[in-house]
């Protein structure tokens, strides 16, 4: 298993605010980090998954900020607030991205982990907003620094003007509640003109750089 790293740019002086550490695995059948955690899952050890990533990225990109994703299940035991974890030795800055299409029901069981994190100085992020569930109480409830729009979203949005009006309120009401948004998913000058029209903040994807170790410049 590797590590590669995708910069996320700020839009206001082109600066990297943090790379999203990805995971890698050559193993047949598991190339695809999705069903790699889905497999941990069902052994139980995402857990014991989830802190080689970190470890891993924590130890390849020493000198900048990370975004860290986290299975759900990793919300649910003791891994992610271990004292020892790196996450709380790298001295950059950590924010765990949860995904927005896991269930409110299911963040409602781990807010004592969540608070714990957060009181500990970690950032937390929503991702892929604007899949999954849609729900905008992701926001108001878990109360992130950053939220992540989904590439859903993001793709052509340059030719979908209603679109473009529905990313520019969600921008807005993000900015409202105390969160920065990052666009997902970047690969053309075209969306990167739209989402910068529509007011996001930092931007991720192809365009700007493809996963890379070591993080690309």
């Known amino acids: 298993m590797s590590v590669v ?27 695809n980090p999705l069903v790699l955690f889905e497999a941990a899952a069902e052994q139980k050890l995402c857990g014991r998954l989830g802190r080689a990533v970190r470890e891993i ?16 299940h990793e919300l649910s035991d ?15 800055g950590v924010y765990l991205e949860i995904t927005e299409s896991v269930p409110l029901s299911h963040h409602a069981l781990v807010q004592g ?32 620094e950053i939220v992540k729009l989904d ?29 920065r948004v990052v666009a997902e998913g970047v690969e053309t000058t075209e969306e990167l003109t739209a989402v910068m029209d529509a007011g996001v903040h930092y931007v991720q994807g192809y365009l700007i750089a493809r996963p890379a170790l070591p993080p690309p410049r």
Do not use: M
């Not at 839009?11 to 190339?31: D, F, P, Q």
């Open 113 to 144: 982990t969540i608070r714990e994190l957060r009181g500990k100085g970690v950032g937390l992020v929503v991702d892929d907003l604007g899949a999954g569930y849609s729900n905008l109480r992701y926001i108001a409830d878990l109360a992130p």
């Open 78 to 92: 003791r891994w992610l607030v271990q004292p020892d974890d790196p996450i709380f030795t790298h001295e950059p």
């Open 5 to 31: 790293f995708q910069p996320i740019v700020d839009l206001l002086n082109g600066s990297v605010l943090a790379y999203e550490a990805l995971a890698r695995c050559k193993a047949k059948g598991l190339e």
């Open 151 to 179: 590439r859903g979203l993001v793709e052509k949005l340059h030719h979908d003007p209603r679109r473009l009006k529905l990313v520019t309120s969600i921008v807005r009401l993000c900015a409202d509640l105390g969160a």
């Open 57 to 72: 990225a924590t130890a390849e990109c020493g000198r900048h900020a990370l975004f860290l994703n986290v299975h759900p």
